[in-house]
């Protein structure tokens, strides 16, 4: 696929997995994005097994720190309002938030997340892909991406409706593990912008 900063397809291998995709590096702007992307159905197949009753811990305790920061964080720079979780998994950085003066939305496409972060904390939340949810234009506060938006088979397309359902001056919180994630996972504060 092209580059979907400059739309040019001169490209470098950066990292090869032992499937078929693999992480290259434009040329011309240095992005480095998954290629070949992973179609929708495939992303909604990983997410239904990838959360599990087997594994909610992995949503929980192992993430729960840095959701309250990030929570914190988001808190600081926007008071309150609507605010929309996209890829929220079990809902944990909801937690955070309960009892405050945001309501709370999610959009995930695990069922037993949904199931999860719903009954967990009141939210709202649509199990499927944003753009399938049909949420008004300029409807939320605040919309945080943490750790998902590396999913998006067509980032450019979510990150045009993450800007039609956020309003004028909403924030948008975004978490992007690096290449060494690994090491620094859950170590920092999501941006705003």
């Known amino acids: 696929m092209k580059c979907p900063i400059c739309g040019k397809d001169e490209t470098e291998e950066f990292v090869r997995d032992a499937g078929p995709a693999r992480i290259v590096r434009c040329r011309q702007d240095g992005l480095l994005y998954l290629n070949p992307r992973p179609q929708a159905t495939q992303v909604r197949q990983f997410h239904t097994q990838f959360v ?3 594994n909610l811990d992995l949503f929980t305790l192992y993430r729960r720190e840095v959701l309250r920061r990030e929570a914190a964080a988001i808190s600081a720079m926007k008071t309150g309002g609507k605010l929309l979780d996209i890829g929220c998994a079990t809902g944990t ?5 309960v009892g405050t003066n ?3 939305y999610g959009v995930e496409t695990s069922p037993l997340g949904v199931e999860l972060a719903s009954s967990r904390y009141g939210a709202e939340v649509f199990c499927g ?3 399938e ?3 008004l ?3 939320f506060d605040a919309i945080s991406v943490l750790g998902a938006l590396y999913y998006f088979p067509d980032p450019r397309a979510e990150l045009a409706e993450i800007r039609r359902v956020l309003k004028d001056d909403g924030l948008l919180a975004v978490e992007i593990p690096g290449f060494t994630y690994t090491l620094l996972r859950d170590r920092g504060l999501c941006v705003g912008f």
């Open 129 to 131: 892909a944003l753009r």
């Open 102 to 104: 945001w309501r709370l």
């Open 137 to 139: 234009t300029r409807f």
């Open 52 to 54: 599990r009753g087997d």
């Open 133 to 135: 949810a049909h949420y």
């Open 93 to 97: 950085l909801f937690e955070n938030l």
